[in-house]
Every structure is written in C-alpha cells, then in structure tokens.
C-alpha cells in the first residue's frame, strides 16, 4: 500500500480552482516525479503535503492516516524548496541542525562542539565538501544545495523527502552528487518526490510519475513505460518539437560590442566581440564569472580595468542608468533579488519601465498604463487573474514573462539574459527561445548565459567558454561538439578553433 | 477597482485605517460632548497639523526602506533658528522662516550624503545626528526661548482659513503634494520600487541614491517647515519643539499601513494613523485622565490598535 495518499483533493482560492480532484500515491524506496507547467498546481499540492495549507476537498493519508486528525503525521513529510532557503551568517553545523530543539540539541545553551562533531558524519553521508564551521556565505552553491536535504533529513521521523527543482543551479557533475543522495536516502526506505523541468534528470532519477496540469491529474504510471514525448505532452497539452533549434538564421554581419581587456573582483582580463544578428552563448560552471562579467558590463559591478564600445563609441561603466539609457538590459538570474518588486502589482512591475510612455502632465495616466500592461500580458501570455494581483502571488515562470515582457518594451540595443529558463516549464522555454531568436534576427545584440549546455546549443550562434574567471575558448556552436566544450568549462587545455 | 484614485483604497491596508479611524472619530463623539465642539476640533486639527507634516516626511522615507530619527530635531532646530534670525539678527520674519527651512532640508541632505554615500544605516546615522542637531540647538538657546516672534507671522500658527487652522491647510496640501508625487509620478514608482527592492531597482537603472537622497532633502525641508510653523503657533521659539515628534510619526505610519521595511503604504494612511493618534489623546485629555496616566493609556491604545490592524488583515488576505 501506498504510504502516501491522496484522494480527490481539491483546494479553491476566490475565484480560483488550484487544484480539482488530485490523487496521488506515493511508494516508500521509489522516486515519484511530480510533473507540471508552472501554474499547474505542483506548489499548492506541495503546500498541502506538508501541512502549511489545507486541502478544500479531499483526503491525504499518510500511513493510513489522516494528518488533519494528527498533525504529527506531518513530521513525516520533509520538503526541500527551490530557492535557498539557509542562515548564510551561520555556521554549516548550525544550519544544519536548525532549530535546536527539534534534533535534541536544545537546552539551555548549544553544544558547538557536538554539533560540529554530529554534523560531520552527515556531511560524510551527503558528500558536502564544507567544513562544519565555516559560514554558510562562503561555501559552493552545490554544497548549499545538499546541505538543504541533509538539513530535511536530520528530521529522524520524515519518511518522504520533496525536492523541488533541486538542481537548478547546478552543473551536471553536481547534479550526480545529488543523485547519489537521493539514491542513498531510497535504499533506507525513503521516497522522494521529485520535482523537475529537467527531462534528462526526470528520465534518469525517476520510478513513477503523475502529471498535473491546470490543477487536475491528467495522468500517472511508470517513467519506464513513457517516452518523453509523451510526457512533454501530458504536461503542456500539446507537441512540442522539442529538438527544434533556435539559432538566428542569416550570417551575423557588424561587431554591436566590443569588450576589451576587462577586470572585475572576480574574473580577469576578458575580450570578446558581440555581432548584430547572433545570439552570443556563455557557457562554464557556477562560479566561473559570467553572472559577473555580465553585471560588469551592465554597471551592476565595479570594474577594475578594460574597455567597453558599444556600435564605435565608448561605453560608461559603473552606472546602470545610463546603461539602460542607452539601451542595454540585462535580466538576472536572480529573479527575487534582482527582478520583482514583490508587494507591488503585476502592472507596477511592468509599468515601472515603460513610464515614458504613460506619463502626462497630470502624471502617469492609469488609462494608457493598463492598456500597455495588458498589451504585455497578452502578448508574452502571462497567466493571471489581473494586472493587480501582487507580483510575489504569480508563479515563477509568469513572474519570468512578466519581466521578459517589461525588457522588451523598452526597445533595447543589446539584450543579456542570464540563466532565463532557471525553474521554468518546457512550453514557456521555447517561447523564451523564440523571444530570443526573433530579437537576434531584428538586429539586437543577444547575449545568453547558460549552465545548461543544451541550451546554448539550441540557441547560441557562438559559445564563449569561461573558467575560473578567465575565458577558456570562443566556438561556433554548428562545428563544436560536447567535448570540446566540456574541456573548455573544466579548464583543460582545449585549443580555440575561432577568434 | 479599477480606476486610479480608487487605487488609494485597493492599496488594502488603508482601508482598514479609514474604518478604524471612522470608529475612533464616532466613538469618541458618542461618549463625550465636548468632543464634536468645533473648539475641541480645531484644537485636534491644529495639533495634528505639526505631527501630520512629520507623518508625511516620515512615511516617505519608510516607503523607501529609510527611517530618520532626527526629523523632530531639525523641526526643533529650524524652529529655534528661525526665531535667532528674527529677533536677534533682525532678518525679515518670512525670509527667516524660509531661511529655517531651506537649513531643515540642508540637515536632511547631510543625512541623505552620510547614509547613500559611505552606505550606512539610516536609523542608527540619524540617532547621531538627532544628538548633534539637538546639541547645537541648547547650545544656541542654552535651553531657554526666545520670545518677541512678529505679530504678523502668528496669523501661519494662529489663523484660521476657510474655517481651519492654517497649519492644517498647510498640511493638507503637503499631503496633497506628497500623494501626487508618490502615487502618480515615476519618481514616486521609484520610492517605491527602491523601497521593495533596491538591488531590483538599479538592475532598472533607477538612479537609486539620487532618489534616496532626495527623499532625505525633502523630508528635512518638511521637518522644518513643521518646525518654523510651530514658533508662530506659540509666539515663542521654545528649544523644546520637536521632543514629541519622533515616535509617534512612526506609530502612526505603521499603523496606516506603511511598513517599517520599505515598499508598500502611502502618506495617506499615515495621516489616519496619526488621526487615530491624535483623537485618542484629544480624549484622554477630555476624560480628564491623570497626566501620569496618560503615557500609559495613549500607548496601550497604539499596542491595540496595530495588534487589531495586524490580525485583521491576516484574515483578510488570501495569499495563496
């Protein structure tokens, strides 16, 4: 018998369906894929396995129980969120056995000691590299990532651990780590719900799977007797050519930027051409320094030395108003530090970069914004109940819209996008894709940071490889292979067969 | 819903203010007589207007994340330094209260270049400043005021017009101004999107300090203004002014819905926080309440009614 159950469930919001008639069932030692668009109601269905809401129809069972009669029941339900959500000004140990009371180090003061010394056969058990009193600011993004589920799984009641998008800001090698986790947690009899875009992890992790989408189970069984295509089509509802590629037709013809020689507190010396009509891709692992050449450019970041044009002139660094004045914009992987504006509305989010067009002498004009913000809204196909719904309430991939949507009314010379399909569905990929390409063809300098190599491959023109801060190769993406490119974001030796 | 003074209301909090206000206002007129006199309402709107105007300074730093605690301070100063100017240096009686004000927003620009240019945190910079600018001012006045303030001046204090003291019109249409600036104007979308998300905001290419800089300039400007009217409201510069503007600003901003963390509320809802402040202590006077226990009652009243205001939206909201 399933250990976890759920039958009929349904969960209304005012004027809303979230959910309508879920069951669910979920084995111990198996791993069950939760699939679905964003929107489709994975985070609600999340919210009410664990506890944190209520179901408005429907039953959960979790070991033949109902949690809403015993809610210790809960206990036995350990979710892992996406975005990360860790003390960064404390210690590894500390971190992980928050709060102390829960994993009996409570009391009257905290035993440092026998937490380090605790902490350290769980980070043995996850393959955290970190020392257990170094503060969790200054360790890797990946070992953050596993010290979450080591965090989940100090829980010694929980049963069922949910990781949503758990590797979404990792590199392919970390995402081994992870998997080597996860199978260890499921030979101690534990099942994992796992929530992912990623087809390739979806099909290599995966023992189950159910689909939702708009709130419904549209259907359920074993990965092994699906093909990804298929899948792809229960979640979005339609086919999707998935290995359609999206590079810019037409050579590129004129240099749009030419970066010479740049240095910032975390990357050295880099020089690289952008041509009007590509897409330029940036691939290397977390931490090689793209985020951060980019955010140079754009004068989110100090620069030490170098020299940027922009079509001949010199180009300000420093100052992102006069950056986004003449034309660039640059759209942050961090969608909730650098993107939203979590308690205004959807159509303040939006309104706040076209304000040109709907001030008058009596201010803006409510009138002329809600028209230029529904003009976005049906044209990127942002899903919301209305423009004045907060931000914060959408969900992530309509919040990513939102902001794509905003980009683009502003007319810019030069786009950079900077991991843009992080935790976003197959179907809105491929619109951002599409965005991208038909940009690249208008004439507007595109620039696409990725982790995800297949990505860069789909829509990059050219691949600039960086590592440790330095660029390690430039190539054209229709005469590389995987190889090649793999050994430029190691590091190795690979010889630059262009530029 | 949908059209745009009505965006005012849907900014949820206030309404909730508004009501509460209402309830307070015909509360108070039910348990005590004295309370609807148009005496006793203009005693209420005079007093109001002084706090009100710090309210409005105060709640457009807290939409953008900022507090200054030095604002009743500069009122102090300003107001004092209007009157050394009058009286002892013999300046012009309204040039010496522009003179006051433009200092008031001068200490305000000290703040703004302190906290955006070396990055330092607003609450704790201004509990510095509020030390030195209230130094300066005993050590101006060595505590005692100065009296003689022109006749033809008091009428900004005193009068009345249409029917309302005059500090309130002025206020009100500080308040007029304020809404305008914040609610319709791109600067203002920049309050508050610096205020949600500074970071966000540059990543737009707001220039961030210049608005916050401003923000800090005009709220001095506001505090002093408060303060020059408060000399011709007494006839005397009193070195005192200002020592009850500090806290309760902030109390009733939060209390109107603007948060201490930045990004959401609007000078509107403040100025019915401050409402509500204002009547319950016009009441207490009115019950006759010793002076002793006043402190007690007129606090209390704050606890509760932003613990009412909190649960009540918590009840409200639908945050899925």
């Known amino acids: ?206 023992d189950d799977y159910t689909v939702l989408r708009n709130g419904e189970k549209i259907e359920n069984g074993r990965i092994a007797d699906i093909s990804e295509k298929d899948l792809i089509r229960a979640m979005s509802g339609r086919d999707i050519a998935f290995d359609e590629h999206f590079r810019p037709k037409g050579p590129p013809t004129d240099n749009i930027m030419n970066v010479r020689g740049l240095s910032g507190s975390r990357f050295q010396d880099v020089s690289f051409e952008l041509r009007r009509g590509e897409i330029l891709g940036f691939a290397g692992l977390v931490g090689a320094g793209r985020s951060e050449v980019m955010q140079t450019i754009f004068g989110f970041l100090k620069a030490k030395t170098g020299k940027v044009t922009i079509e001949g002139k010199p180009w300000k660094l420093n100052d992102t108003a006069s950056s986004v004045h003449g034309g660039m914009l640059y759209l942050s992987e961090e ?101 991208m390409k038909g940009l690249a063809e208008e004439g507007v300098g595109v620039i696409l940071v990725s982790s995800e190599l297949d990505e860069l491959k789909k829509c990059a023109s050219r691949i600039i490889t960086m590592h440790h801060g330095r660029i390690t190769g430039a190539f054209d993406t229709a005469e590389t292979n995987n190889e090649t490119l793999v050994g430029a974001i190691f590091g190795t030796e690979a010889k630059a067969d262009a530029n | 819903m949908q059209t745009n003074p009505l965006t005012l209301l849907t900014r949820s909090p206030l309404a909730g203010v508004f009501v509460a206000l209402a309830v307070i206002f015909i509360l108070s007129a039910l348990i005590s007589p004295y309370f609807l006199t148009p005496y006793n309402l203009s005693v209420i709107a005079r007093g109001l207007a002084f706090v009100g105007l710090i309210t409005i300074a105060q709640s457009m730093l807290m939409v953008l994340g900022e507090l200054d605690l030095s604002l009743g301070v500069i009122g102090g100063l300003c107001g004092v330094i209007s009157g050394i100017l009058m009286i002892r240096l013999g300046i012009e009686p309204y040039s010496a209260m522009l003179l006051a004000i433009m200092l008031g927003a001068s200490l305000g620009l000290l703040n703004g270049l302190l906290i955006t240019v070396l990055r330092l945190h607003s609450l704790v910079l201004t509990i510095g400043t509020a030390g030195i600018f209230g130094g300066v001012n005993l050590v101006l006045t060595r505590g005692v005021a100065i009296t003689g303030i022109p006749k033809k001046v008091q009428y900004l204090g005193r009068g009345d017009f249409l029917g309302m003291p005059v500090p309130f019109v002025i206020m009100l249409i500080a308040l007029a101004v304020a809404t305008f600036v914040m609610l319709k104007t791109p600067f203002g979308r920049y309050m508050y999107a610096i205020g949600n998300n500074q970071a966000g905001a540059r990543m737009l290419g707001i220039k961030v300090d210049k608005v916050r800089l401003l923000v800090f300039v005009v709220a001095g400007g506001i505090a002093g203004l408060a303060g020059v009217l408060m000399v011709a409201r007494l006839g005397t510069a009193q070195p005192s002014i200002g020592d009850t503007w500090v806290l309760a600003p902030i109390a009733a901003s939060v209390i109107g819905g603007v948060a201490t963390t930045g990004g959401i509320g609007s000078p509107i809802g403040a100025i019915f926080g401050a409402g509500i402040i204002a009547i319950i202590e016009n009441i207490i006077v009115l019950f006759g309440v010793s002076p002793y226990w006043q402190g007690i009652v007129s606090g209390a009243i704050v606890v509760l009614a932003i613990s009412f205001d909190a649960i009540s939206r918590r009840y409200l909201r639908r945050d899925a």
């Open chain 1, 335 to 435: 969608r909730k530090h650098h993107g939203i504006f979590p308690l205004l509305s959807l159509r303040e989010n939006i309104g706040i970069s076209i304000l040109s067009l709907t001030k008058g002498y009596l201010g803006i004009s409510g009138g002329r914004e809600r028209e230029a913000v529904q003009k976005i809204i049906d044209e990127y196909g942002i899903r919301t109940s209305g423009m004045g719904k907060r931000i914060s309430q959408l969900s992530g991939g309509n919040q990513q819209k939102a902001i794509i949507g905003r980009a683009m009314a502003t007319r810019p010379r030069i786009l950079i996008f900077d991991e843009p399909t992080k935790g976003i569905d197959i179907r809105t990929k491929t619109e951002i894709y599409r965005i």
């Open chain 1, 1 to 206: 018998m399933a250990y976890l159950e759920t039958r009929g469930l349904g969960r209304d919001f005012p004027g809303v369906t979230a959910l309508n008639a879920v069951d669910l069932s979920i084995d111990l030692g198996r791993t069950h894929v939760l699939a679905g668009e964003n929107g489709a109601g994975k985070s609600t269905l999340v919210k009410i396995l664990t506890g944190t809401d209520r179901a408005s129809r429907g039953d959960i069972l979790i070991n033949g129980r109902n949690p809403v009669d015993d809610p210790a029941l809960y206990k036995n339900v350990a979710y892992v969120p996406q975005e990360l959500n860790l003390f960064p000004q404390m210690s590894v140990a500390e971190n992980l056995f928050m709060p102390f009371s829960r994993t009996g180090h409570g009391g009257l003061l905290v035993n440092r000691r026998a937490l380090v010394d605790e902490a350290r056969s769980y980070l043995e058990r996850f393959g955290i590299e970190a020392n257990p009193r170094e503060l969790v600011a200054n360790i890797s993004v990946s070992d953050q990532q596993l010290l979450q589920i080591a965090r989940a799984c100090t829980n010694t009641d929980m049963k069922v651990l949910i990781l949503d998008e758990p590797t979404s800001s990792l590199t392919r090698v970390e995402v081994d780590r992870v998997f080597r986790v996860i199978r260890s947690l499921l030979d101690r009899d534990h099942a994992i719900v796992f929530i992912s875009h990623k087809m390739e992890e979806v099909f290599s992790i995966g």
